[in-house]
Nanobody, 124 residues
Framework: QVQLVESGGGLVQAGGSLRLSCAASGGTFSSYAMGWFRQAPGKEREFAAGISRSGSATYYSDSVKGRFTISRDNAKNTVYLQMNSLKPEDTAVYYC?????????????????WGQGTQVTVSS
């Protein structure tokens, strides 16, 4: 059983930056692909970014590509999401997910483990 704990959310002005962290425990971190999803009020949970087990491959949704960067440190069992040029439409609860597959599916139903989420609010 893998436990995931996100941190780093908060309130930021449009154009600002935040760095989210997700610390994993209870499993072999390097054997999981990792991803970040987000869910805005009244909307479905959507994929934002994913990273392979080794960190050699990353992939992003069109809505965050060029602004967000996902990375991982397997020695620290942690995955990060650096968010730059934030927009009000980025406001959401951000969730970390772990997937036994080699890549995180954009379908949130297919992730194996979830964190509790961290709130990101971007003011205009």
């Amino acid at each position: 059983q893998v436990q995931l704990v996100e941190s780093g959310g908060g309130l930021v002005q449009a154009g600002g930056s935040l760095r989210l962290s997700c610390a994993a425990s209870g499993g072999t971190f390097s054997s999981y692909a990792m991803g970040w999803f987000r869910q805005a009020p009244g909307k479905e949970r959507e994929f934002a970014a994913g990273i392979s087990r080794s960190g050699s491959a990353t992939y992003y949704s069109d809505s965050v590509k060029g602004r967000f960067t996902i990375s991982r440190d397997n020695a620290k069992n942690t995955v990060y999401l650096q968010m730059n040029s934030l927009k009000p439409e980025d406001t959401a609860v951000y969730y970390c997910a772990a997937d036994r597959s080699s890549a995180v599916s954009p379908d949130p139903k297919k992730s194996d483990y979830w964190g509790q989420g961290t709130q990101v609010t971007v003011s205009s």
